[in-house]
């Protein structure tokens, strides 16, 4: 089944420990990006990438990183969670980046930062 | 800076019926719009993608339209069920260069047995 998948879904943590969201998909697509979404402020990206090794920042990447080692994951990484960060995330992925491509979403990760 | 509203927030509907869903955008110059569905604890489905060159399209009881010269898209949803409860978003694609999708605040939708 074509998918993108999140890991974990639900995760509790604390100010300052270190964190990675995995995201996954099985469609070979090249373009990927993480949302974040927060009530009254709707869904915003972090960051996103083109293709491998080639990512760049969206509107709300502060305190966050990313990697694209491979075509299929696109790891968010939280270095030291802050509970401003306490939102769902989300990561899509699409074939590429243009005009004619539908995104795909994962089913999201809740994450509280206390 | 692109903007878009949806209305209304929310919508109860009984079994059935026919209903519309409105979104809005204050910049014509999009290069796609997408129609989500999200359901409480699960992740975005999407449910229809229109090219800035089309004017409609159609997925079983969904029919989505666009018109970019007024900035304006409406969800078109026959026969509703209460499998059709869930918050609908609409997104536009404002730049091939970051893909970035900007989306309206969504119109939760409950059908009523």
């Known amino acids: 089944e074509a998918q993108v998948t999140q890991n974990p879904r639900y995760l509790i943590t604390v100010t300052g420990k270190k964190l990675t969201v995995t995201c996954s998909q099985n469609m070979n697509h090249e373009y990927m990006s993480w949302y974040r979404q927060d009530p009254g402020l709707g869904l915003r990206q972090i960051y996103y990438s083109m293709n491998v090794e080639v990512t760049d920042k969206g509107d709300v990447p502060e305190g966050y990183k990313v990697s694209r080692k491979e075509k299929r994951n696109f790891p968010l990484i939280l270095e030291s969670p802050s509970p401003n960060q306490t939102s769902l995330y989300f990561c899509?992925?699409?074939?590429?980046?243009?005009?004619?491509?539908?995104?795909?979403f994962g089913p999201g990760t809740r994450l509280t930062v206390l | 800076k692109q903007e878009v509203t949806q209305i209304p927030a929310a919508l109860s509907v009984p079994e059935g019926e026919n209903l519309v869903l409105n979104c809005s955008f204050t910049?014509?110059?999009?290069?796609?719009l997408q129609w989500f569905r999200q359901d409480p604890g699960k992740g975005l489905t999407s449910l229809l993608l229109?090219?800035?060159?089309?004017r409609e399209q159609t997925s079983g009881r969904l029919n989505a339209s666009l018109d970019k010269s007024s900035g304006r898209s409406t969800l078109y949803i026959a026969a509703s069920q209460p499998g059709d409860s869930a918050t609908y978003l609409c997104?536009?694609?404002?730049?091939?260069?970051?893909?970035?999708?900007?989306f309206g605040q969504g119109t939760t939708l409950q059908v009523k047995p």
């Open positions: 910049d014509s110059a999009i290069y796609n």
């Open positions: 899509a992925s699409s074939l590429y980046s243009g005009v004619y491509n539908e995104q795909f």
């Open positions: 997104a536009v694609l404002g730049s091939s260069n970051t893909g970035k999708l900007i």
């Open positions: 229109i090219q800035s060159s089309q």
